[in-house]
């Protein structure tokens, strides 16, 4: 049998690779942007835009959800635009990715603490686990400052100073 819901014989669908979506890279870049543009805050859509490469109706719409998640703020008139909600040295990369994304983790919709499986495979809940602490050791630890400042965590440089770390498999 497959993943199933924990005290539940309800199957899982097929998972999808592990991906960051574009939706998700656009945010970060956002945030990050704002990040880097705290003296000159609010700043207006068109020029995060702009200064990231992204296209403005992409833009609006993540910083429509980043705003609702209280990731960021804006500011309405002809002086307004957006800043950050919180100082950026508050503001893990993590929280941007649940703002547009939802949970780090997820097995076919569901959390890794959620699924069971059958026989031989019962230790993959483990793995999955141990997979949703691993995207955490990084993404719940390096914040907008660390990435806008260019002084990224220890664990980061440690782990991509590793060639291994830049091998495509």
Do not use: C
Not at 17 to 26: E, F, H, I, N, W
């Amino acid at each position: 049998m497959g993943a199933r819901r924990e005290g539940s014989r309800q199957r899982v669908g097929q998972n999808a690779p592990v991906r960051v979506s574009a939706k998700v890279d656009y945010a970060l870049r956002a945030a990050i942007e704002l990040a880097a543009l705290e003296d000159e805050w609010p700043v207006k859509g068109e020029r995060l835009a702009s200064g990231q490469g992204i296209p403005l109706r992409f833009m609006e719409n993540i910083l429509g959800e980043l705003r609702q998640a209280g990731v960021v703020q804006s500011k309405r008139g002809a002086e307004g635009g957006y800043m950050l909600a919180r100082p950026p040295a508050e503001i893990a990369l993590a929280d941007v990715i649940r703002a547009v994304d939802g949970p780090l983790a997820n097995i076919g919709g569901l959390r890794p603490d959620q699924l069971s499986y059958d026989g031989t495979a019962a230790p993959l809940k483990d793995i999955w686990i141990a997979v949703r602490a691993a995207l955490r050791s990084v993404l719940e630890t390096t914040t907008l400052a660390d990435v806008a400042g260019g002084q990224l965590p220890a664990e980061v440089t440690q782990a991509t100073a590793d060639p291994d770390a830049w091998a495509w498999r």
